[in-house]
């Protein structure tokens, strides 16, 4: 498990009142795991965080198997960013830019927003 959060917490209309939405991202393929197996392991998973009992109680709702929804992350990755100007007047911001993740984008975002601002007041002065 990549990634899990409370929808509900972020959007209470997510969900019918009184009842929490949970949302658990995994990435990779898993092609010859069963949608079966996976939430088994998540269920395990989330079992250590919050009690078997707790977890017990919950609903599995659906799986959605997205090929291709991140960047590719394998090994070696540079997770600096890289430089969001790519030609005049050009700038590129999003995970794919940085690391494949929510603080990834954000940071890249900053970064093309600096690197304008900056350009911008260095051609102002010129």
């Known amino acids: 498990m990549n990634n899990m959060c409370f929808m ?3 959007a209470p209309s997510y969900g019918p009142p009184g009842k929490v939405l949970v949302s658990v991202t995994v990435v990779g393929a898993r092609e010859g795991t069963s949608d079966e197996d996976l939430m088994a392991e998540i269920v395990g998973e989330l079992s250590g965080w919050f009690g078997e009992g707790e977890v017990r109680e919950w609903r599995h709702l659906r799986t959605y198997r997205i ?15 890289r430089d969001p100007r790519v030609g005049s007047r050009v700038y590129v911001c999003g995970d794919y830019w940085s690391s494949a993740t929510f603080d990834g984008a954000l940071v890249s975002g900053t970064r093309a927003a600096q690197a304008l601002v900056q350009d911008r007041i260095f051609l102002k002065s010129s």
Do not use: E, Y
């Not at 090929?67 to 990755?77: C, E, L, M, N």
């Open 8 to 10: 509900t917490n972020v």
């Open 67 to 81: 090929g291709f929804a991140q960047p590719d992350q394998s090994p070696p990755t540079d997770l600096t960013g």
